[in-house]
């Protein structure tokens, strides 16, 4: 069930486009060491959200004097977004997949977690002032039943790359994930169930990420589209 946005801005509509293969034959074990093998991409993605962070102030003043988000920081911080959701399904975001995710801020087609936002166009210059604090709170909440909060630790999620210090909350995202590495252990199969309501999750949260960076002013569905397809995505005929 959607629930309607805030007066005036606008209709209820996917902006943000999240796709996932559902996990394809994974390995018992490897799940145990992907904090190691994900590494690198920590250390590149630490560098990325904080370039994102102060594009996104940049984009702020130039919405607020233009109406319009700039077209390269725009490419840009899509790209970071689309890096994290590789980087998150392939590690403790999902375990969706055993490929390794691609160092690159470009669109991977054939890799099987995917992530596009559609551009905009006239943006308003009132709502870039309250949207990410204001109107977002209500979506704040949940986003934080879905993820939780660390202490002490870097943690990839799939709105980036979260450090934080005090105590901590676990994540409805991060039990349901430990609960399919348990059964892939000893099963060897990721349970279905799970995959879909994890992957229902991040796109939540996602679509909040974007309406909270300004990049649109669609307010952001109170709705769980479960599944690894996303349902703004046209089937193929």
């Known amino acids: 069930m959607a629930v309607q946005p805030p007066a005036g801005i606008g209709l209820v509509r996917n902006i943000v486009r999240v796709d996932a293969d559902p996990p394809e034959p994974l390995s018992r074990w490897l799940w145990l060491v992907k904090w190691i093998l994900v ?5 590149v993605l630490v560098g990325l959200w904080i370039a994102f962070a102060v594009l996104s102030l940049v984009a702020f003043f130039g919405i607020l004097f233009t109406a319009h988000y700039p077209s390269g920081i725009f490419r840009f911080n899509v790209g970071v977004l ?6 998150a399904y392939y590690s403790y975001g999902v375990l969706g997949t055993d490929r390794y995710p691609p160092f690159t801020l470009a669109d991977v087609p054939d890799y099987p977690a995917r992530l596009e936002v559609e551009e905009p166009g006239r943006l308003s210059r009132g709502l870039v ?4 604090w204001l109107l977002a709170l209500p979506h704040y909440v949940v986003v934080a039943l879905f ?3 660390s202490t002490s630790t870097t943690t990839i999620t799939s709105e980036g790359v ?3 210090d005090g105590p901590s909350t676990p994540g409805l995202i991060g039990f349901l994930v430990l609960v399919a590495a348990v ?3 000893f099963r060897g199969t990721y349970p279905h169930g799970v995959f879909d309501f994890v992957l229902g999750m ?3 949260v996602l679509r909040v990420t974007v309406y909270a960076a300004l990049m649109t002013d669609v307010y952001p569905p109170f709705r769980l589209d479960a599944g690894g397809r996303d349902p703004a995505r046209p089937e193929r005929a």
């Open 162 to 164: 979260v450090v934080q």
């Open 129 to 132: 002032l309250v949207k990410w």
């Open 82 to 87: 689309r890096w994290s959701w590789r980087v």
């Open 202 to 204: 991040h796109r939540w």
């Open 147 to 149: 993820v939780g909060t």
């Open 39 to 43: 590494l690198p991409h920590v250390v």
């Open 183 to 185: 059964v892939l252990l």
